[in-house]
T-cell receptor, first 110, second 114 residues
Framework: SQQGEEDPQALSIQEGENATMNCSYK?????LQWYRQNSGRGLVHLIL?????REKHSGRLRVTLDTSKKSSSLLITASRAADTASYFC??????????FGTGTRLTIIP | DSGVTQTPKHLITATGQRVTLRCSPR?????VYWYQQSLDQGLQFLIQ???????AKGNILERFSAQQFPDLHSELNLSSLELGDSALYFC?????????????FGPGTRLTVT
């Protein structure tokens, strides 16, 4: 089974609203990364949060990490049509490879 | 544009055949990672090379092999292809050999096995 599981699997919101997606994982991590993928294209790195960090911001993105609950959330504020994409969390458990979750498909309705 | 290039963009071939996918990392990046993305398996890590040496191995089949050349470009060889090998194949690169840094993904090669 996947190390990271995103929730929800799919999310549709109106443009301008905030979008929140969650990632849960099973084992202790060194860091957790979020990536975006537009349909059929390569993944784009969004943000990396290390295990000793609790929150990180980048523009309209806010990521939180709760290592006690083994979960992370990605918040996109003031969503835009261009944010329509799939979002993946990826965990680094120190074995030199990232394990990607199943993704959340976000649709922004204009 | 991530700076990572992959060729070809699309590949259609028959079962039993062998193909080679090529990846050029970003300038200055020493690590290359290969991933397979399919609808049923999601995004799966296959293998990583760092400065010419195999660094980490994931769910890579024995029919698949890879290498990284002195100029740091990498090739993924898929042989005895089966219908189930149809997928998007991505390579990614990073400066470090550690997975604790961001990876830059190429646009992918879409492989269709008929």
């Amino acid at each position: 089974s996947q190390q990271g599981e995103e929730d929800p699997q799919a999310l549709s919101i109106q443009e301008g609203e905030n979008a929140t997606m969650n990632c849960s994982y099973k084992t202790s991590i060194n860091n957790l990364q979020w990536y975006r993928q537009n349909s059929g294209r390569g993944l784009v790195h969004l943000i990396l949060i290390r295990s000793n960090e609790r929150e990180k911001h980048s523009g309209r993105l806010r990521v939180t990490l709760d290592t006690s609950k083994k979960s992370s959330s990605l918040l996109i504020t003031a969503s835009r049509a261009a944010d329509t994409a799939s979002y993946f969390c990826a965990t680094d458990v120190g074995n030199e490879k990232l394990t990607f979750g199943t993704g959340t498909r976000l649709t922004i309705i204009p | 544009d991530s700076g990572v290039t992959q060729t070809p963009k699309h590949l259609i071939t028959a079962t039993g055949q062998r193909v080679t996918l090529r990846c050029s990392p970003r300038s200055g990046d020493l690590s290359v990672y290969w991933y397979q993305q399919s609808l049923d398996q999601g995004l799966q890590f296959l293998i990583q090379y760092y400065n010419g040496e195999e660094r980490a191995k994931g769910n890579i089949l024995e029919r698949f092999s890879a290498q990284q050349f002195p100029d740091l470009h990498s090739e993924l060889n898929l042989s005895s292809l089966e219908l189930g090998d149809s997928a998007l194949y991505f390579c990614a690169s990073s400066r470090s050999g550690s997975s604790s840094y961001e990876q830059y993904f190429g646009p992918g090669t879409r492989l269709t096995v008929t």
